[in-house]
């Protein structure tokens, strides 16, 4: 018995019209560049600062919890219990922050905010998506922080899973994104 298996040919007729250079940091080609993804120091310098933010009220519900009147044990379930507890925190923190403010405290801290790749604000589904994003990249073992290491364009996990980014306020102006990449140009060409 004989199998024949075919492939078919590729067609990249259009693989010209795509983005060309680092996305979404550029438009179509003629087009004029988007909104700039914030530097990776100044990201995780505000990872840190919702990370403290996140330890310091987790810390602070479990002494509440040993001052009325609950223990802590060195077994596993109990072990479980609070690994558990932390990633319900870490849930509830970048869920609330992201969906109600659409950036974390540590976000504004550092001057940053959100933005899609077509350079606008984010919608509610993005930062739904984006929510969902946190769960995914801190629960491999931080793995979709850290994929922005190696990804081309320095995005992590979330970043693709919502089509959203990381940028410096001053970029980010309440317009269409017309109006956004037409700031973002002229704040660029004052640097």
């Known amino acids: 018995m ?3 298996v075919l492939q078919p040919e590729f067609d990249f ?17 003629g087009e004029a560049p988007l909104l700039p993804v914030a530097e990776l120091a ?8 919702d990370a403290a933010i996140l330890l310091l009220a987790y810390a602070g519900f479990l002494a509440l919890f040993g001052l009325l009147g609950g223990h ?7 072990a479980a ?12 923190y970048f869920a609330l922050f992201t969906l109600c403010g659409g950036s ?4 504004r801290t550092c001057g940053l905010r959100l933005a899609t790749f077509d350079g606008a604000p984010p919608r509610l589904g993005q930062l739904l998506w984006r929510s969902f994003g946190y769960l995914v990249s801190g629960g491999t073992l931080l793995l979709g922080f850290l994929w922005a290491l190696w990804d081309e364009d320095h995005l992590t996990w979330h970043d693709r899973i919502s089509q959203t980014y990381v940028t410096h306020s001053e970029f980010l102006i309440e317009k269409g994104s017309t109006g956004v990449i037409a700031e973002s140009q002229r704040l660029a ?3």
């Not at 974390?104 to 976000?107: A, F, I, L, V």
């Open 2 to 4: 004989e199998i024949a």
């Open 104 to 107: 974390t405290p540590g976000m």
């Open 189 to 191: 060409a004052e640097k």
């Open 81 to 92: 219990v609070c690994v558990a507890m932390l990633v319900l925190f870490h849930a509830q």
């Open 13 to 29: 007729a259009g693989a010209e019209a795509h983005r060309s250079g680092k996305w979404p940091r550029r438009g179509l080609p």
């Open 42 to 49: 100044d990201r995780w310098r505000a990872g840190r600062i």
């Open 72 to 78: 802590f044990g060195f077994r596993k379930v109990d």
